[in-house]
């Protein structure tokens, strides 16, 4: 399922035109993303938990040279399903 898939289930199941589900959508995933990036959890009951993980620089190697890198440290965000998504999901 994509975006555009998921806006016309999104209309058909609330009612919603597809232009108020689109709204609805990118208003969510743009909720999480300034949530994520204050550095603030999404918990979403049964559904799952949206956070931010902590990767430290280490040293690494270029495939092709051979020659020794150094990667940064980052964020990197992270899902974790919840216990109803889970069951769901395994039934």
Sequence with gaps: ???N???SALADTAGLTKADASRAVDGMLNCITTS???GKD???VGFGTFSVAKRNA???RN???G???EIPAAK????SAGKALKEAVNR
């Design 76 to 79: 990197r965000p992270r899902f």
């Design 63 to 65: 495939p092709r040279t």
């Design 42 to 44: 999404v918990r979403l």
């Design 1 to 3: 399922m994509n975006k």
């Design 36 to 38: 994520l990036r204050k």
């Design 5 to 7: 898939d998921l806006v």
């Design 67 to 69: 020659e020794k890198i």
């Design 58 to 60: 280490s040293a690494g």
